[in-house]
T-cell receptor, first 118, second 112 residues
Framework: DARVTQTPRHKVTEMGQEVTMRCQPILGHNTVFWYRQTMMQGLELLAYFRNRAPLDDSGMPKDRFSAEMPDATLATLKIQPSEPRDSAVYFC????????????????FGPGTRLTVL | DAKTTQPPSMDCAEGRAANLPCNHSTISGNEYVYWYRQIHSQGPQYIIHGLKNNETNEMASLIITEDRKSSTLILPHATLRDTAVYYCIVRVTDFGNEKLTFGTGTRLTIIP
C-alpha cells in the first residue's frame, strides 16, 4: 500500500535554528504539495511542485521558508531561521494530477511533521 | 474557487447514516465538489468528488442538488472510525490549478 512518508514526525527546536522537513512522495506521482495546519489558520497551502518544478509558492513566507525537490523521491521544506509562530503541523501530499473532467485528481497526504519552536 | 459553508459540528449514532451538508451557492459551472476528511492527528484523506451527478464509492455517496448550490455527503452506516473533521471543497480541476483550499469543515462525532 503506497504511502507518502514524512520525517521527522516530531521536531522541537529553539527560535533561530534551521529546520528541515522531508517528504517522500508516492512513486510515480507528478505533483507534490506542502501544507501547514494550525489551530488559528487551519489547513493552508504553502507551495507545490509538478515534475519537480515549483508551480506555486505564494502561500509561503519567502524570507525564511524554502521548498525544493532535489529528485523525484524527495521534497524538502526548510525554515531558516525558525520562529515560535512557525509551530504547526506540516503536511506533504502527492498526487498524479493531470486535470480534466474524468480525473479524480486526488491528493494523498502524509502523516505530517509536528514542529514546535520554543 | 467558490466558498463553501458547513455546520461546525454534528453528531450521529453509530450504525446510522451520517448526512453532512455543504452550501456552495457561488459555485461555477466548471467547479467540482470534493470531500476530504481528517481523522485526529492524521493527514486529510480523499473521500469522493462530483460535478453534477450523484456519485457513490466504497466510502460514501455524494448528492448534489440540481442547481448545484448545495450538496450532501452521506456515510451510509457510520462507525466510530468515521469520527473526523469533514471538509467540503469546491474547485476547478484544470491542469495547473490543483490547489485545495480547506475551510473549517464539520466535526462529525459518531456516538456509540
Amino acid at each position: 500500500d503506497a504511502r507518502v512518508t514524512q520525517t521527522p514526525r516530531h521536531k522541537v527546536t529553539e527560535m533561530g535554528q534551521e529546520v528541515t522537513m522531508r517528504c517522500q512522495p508516492i512513486l510515480g506521482h507528478n505533483t507534490v504539495f506542502w501544507y501547514r495546519q494550525t489551530m488559528m489558520q487551519g489547513l493552508e497551502l504553502l507551495a507545490y511542485f509538478r515534475n519537480r518544478a515549483p508551480l506555486d509558492d505564494s502561500g509561503m513566507p519567502k524570507d525564511r521558508f524554502s521548498a525544493e525537490m532535489p529528485d523525484a523521491t524527495l521534497a524538502t521544506l526548510k525554515i531558516q531561521p525558525s520562529e515560535p509562530r512557525d509551530s504547526a503541523v506540516y503536511f506533504c501530499a502527492s498526487g498524479w494530477l493531470i486535470g480534466g473532467e474524468k480525473r479524480k485528481n486526488e491528493q494523498f497526504f502524509g502523516p505530517g511533521t509536528r514542529l514546535t519552536v520554543l | 474557487d467558490a466558498k463553501t459553508t458547513q455546520p461546525p459540528s454534528m453528531d450521529c449514532a453509530e450504525g446510522r447514516a451520517a448526512n453532512l451538508p455543504c452550501n456552495h451557492s457561488t459555485i461555477s459551472g466548471n467547479e467540482y465538489v470534493y470531500w476530504y476528511r481528517q481523522i485526529h492527528s492524521q493527514g486529510p484523506q480523499y473521500i469522493i468528488h462530483g460535478l453534477k451527478n450523484n456519485e457513490t464509492n466504497e466510502m460514501a455517496s455524494l448528492i448534489i442538488t440540481e442547481d448545484r448550490k448545495s450538496s450532501t455527503l452521506i456515510l451510509p452506516h457510520a462507525t466510530l472510525r468515521d469520527t473526523a473533521v469533514y471538509y467540503c471543497i469546491v474547485r476547478v480541476t484544470d491542469f495547473g490549478n490543483e490547489k485545495l483550499t480547506f475551510g473549517t469543515g464539520t466535526r462529525l462525532t459518531i456516538i456509540p
